[in-house]
Structures are given as C-alpha cells and as structure tokens.
Nanobody, 117 residues
Framework: QVQLVESGGGLVQPGGSLRLSCAAS????????MGWYRQAPGKQRELVAD???????NYADSVKGRSTISRDRARNTVFLQMNSLNAEDTAVYYC???????????WGQGAQVTVSS
C-alpha cells in the first residue's frame, strides 16, 4: 500500500557529493521510519541513515558527519545528502519504509551510486 520511487543516483567523482530522493505514496499513516540502505557488490545490505516520522535521525558511523537525511513532509519525500564521497560509498541505495504499528516494510527500486574518477 506504500510505493517508493527513488531518484538521484549516478556517477560522482571521489570527494564529490550527491543527493538521493525517495518519494513515498499510498497509505501513509501513524508512526513510521524511513531510511536508506545500501548494498555494495559482494557485500551485505547495510543501514546508511534513517529518520522517524517525528524527525529523529540516525546515521551509520561510516557516513556520520558527511551525510544528512532530511524530509519534505508536504511531499512525502525523504532525501539523503552525501558529501566527501569515496569508493566505499559505491553501492545500490535502497529507500526503506517501515510502519511502527504493524511492522510492514516497503522498499524502493534501488538507485545505483558509483564513486569513481
């Protein structure tokens, strides 16, 4: 009942920045958590950052200090701004939506981020 559409992925040079967007639509109600996960080639999917419906944020140690997760409440859109990108940031980034009351989880289609010179 919730659809997530991601955009903003692409190729960026080391030290550069990018901004990922995730637009949510459908039955959005109650408390929820939206976040970004990433999966690098040959590695497990890991949490990058998340934000609650109340505005609280959480970051992985690997991106804390150079990344910012934010939201546009009016448009049901979550953003991930990443700066000082390096090769280790290369991955497919997935938007995630989890309802706090039911535990239902939804995933975006994935956005490829490649950090290379």
């Amino acid at each position: 009942q919730v659809q997530l559409v991601e955009s903003g992925g692409g190729l960026v040079q080391p030290g550069g920045s990018l901004r990922l967007s995730c637009a949510a639509s459908g039955s959005i109600w109650g408390a929820y958590v939206m976040g970004w996960y990433r999966q690098a080639p040959g590695k497990q999917r890991e949490l990058v950052a998340d934000i609650t419906s109340s505005g609280g944020t959480n970051y992985a140690d690997s991106v804390k200090g150079r990344s910012t997760i934010s939201r546009d409440r009016a448009r049901n859109t979550v953003f991930l701004q990443m700066n000082s990108l390096n090769a280790e940031d290369t991955a497919v980034y997935y938007c995630n939506f989890r309802t706090s009351y039911t535990g239902l989880t939804y995933w975006g289609q994935g956005a490829q981020v490649t950090v290379s010179s």
